[in-house]
């Protein structure tokens, strides 16, 4: 057998599986839900009576329940939903606070606060209770944090941080800018990003950083979350995930998530990027942010899913 007739079978046979995988995702039942103010969407496998379901926790920004935005939307957590589904897990995803508009039952939004973010999470969780096989956390970015807190809160069976943080989001905002801008314009964001975490009020906000001083408190509670005093404290499996092309985060993150849980399964995926996607270069990952019908990274799939029902997986 050629060895360029073996790389065209191997193409067909991925090919072959990728549409079994659609065809089988698209057979997925989906509900709309609504738990107190909070819409989600149930996603349940076909053909599982009692499977485990998944609770999908959206990153940073108004980032709706299929993981898109005003400007970006790569439906990263659709996909993901879909991907679990085929794999023979339920997963329930919603609209987090602010997504699509600030409704008023979730009062003002001077008032918000972080942790609120983990309420909200940890009701979505009681509503699960009980129905399923098993209730995990899926955290995508600031999502982690979210999980983490969550998994604080309510009893959980198992979690998986994919692209989080390792430090809180004020250190990690002002490591992003100082890599993008120089230091003439670097210095008066780092040092109103550091009052805001102080609990001063920085009226006005310098140029670049339009935070208003009604919402500062609100974001101070964000920017001094640090995900890794609570993650020590969970002893649930969990699961680590990063992505070499990842932009956002560095590896230092996840080995350093890693180190706060010992016993923790990391994945290390050299081609993924924040979006879960894999990537070619620079100008791949800047399109995969908006391309919603490229598909996630199979191997974190299929380590997530293999984590979720309980199958072991490779420490690397």
């Known amino acids: 057998m050629s060895a360029s007739f073996t790389k065209v079978l191997s193409h067909t046979l991925v090919i072959v599986a ?3 995988a659609g065809a089988f995702a698209a057979s997925a039942e989906e509900s709309n839900i609504r ?7 149930l996603t349940m496998p076909p053909d599982v009576e009692r499977p485990p379901v998944a609770l999908v926790i959206a990153g940073s920004g ?8 005003p400007q970006l939307k790569p439906a990263t957590l659709k996909k993901l939903a879909h991907d679990l589904a085929a794999h023979g897990i339920a997963s329930l995803r919603y609209d987090k606070r602010g997504a699509k508009g600030w409704k008023p039952a979730f009062g003002s939004p001077a008032n918000f606060r972080f942790k609120d973010y983990a309420d909200d999470a940890a009701s979505l969780v009681e509503f699960l209770r009980g129905k399923f096989a098993r209730v995990v956390l899926i955290g995508h970015s600031e999502g982690g944090l979210v ?12 979690l998986v941080l994919l692209v989080t943080s390792a430090r809180k989001q004020g250190d990690l905002l ?3 800018l100082q890599k993008k801008l120089t230091p003439e314009k670097f210095e008066p964001l780092a040092r109103a990003i550091d009052n805001i975490m102080a609990g001063q009020t920085v009226d006005p906000p310098p140029e670049g950083l339009p935070i208003a001083p009604a919402m500062q408190p609100s974001i101070a509670s964000a920017f001094n979350e640090d995900p890794i005093d609570p993650l020590k404290q969970i002893i649930i499996p969990t699961l680590i995930v990063g992505g070499g092309h990842d932009h956002q985060l560095p590896r230092l993150d996840m080995i350093a998530l890693a180190a706060a849980q010992p016993a923790a399964k990391t994945l290390w995926l050299p081609d993924m990027n924040h979006m879960l996607v894999d990537t070619s270069d620079d100008d791949d990952d800047l399109k995969s942010y908006n391309d ?10 299929d380590a997530v899913a293999a984590f979720i029902t309980g199958a072991e997986g490779p420490r690397n």
């Open 18 to 20: 990728l549409i079994c």
């Open 35 to 41: 738990v107190g103010p909070i819409d989600a969407v």
């Open 62 to 69: 108004s980032t709706d329940r299929d993981g898109n935005g």
């Open 147 to 158: 999980a983490i807190l969550t998994a604080r809160k309510v009893p959980v069976d198992r």
């Open 174 to 176: 002002k490591a992003q």
């Open 292 to 301: 919603a019908a490229r598909p996630l990274d199979p191997d974190m799939i």
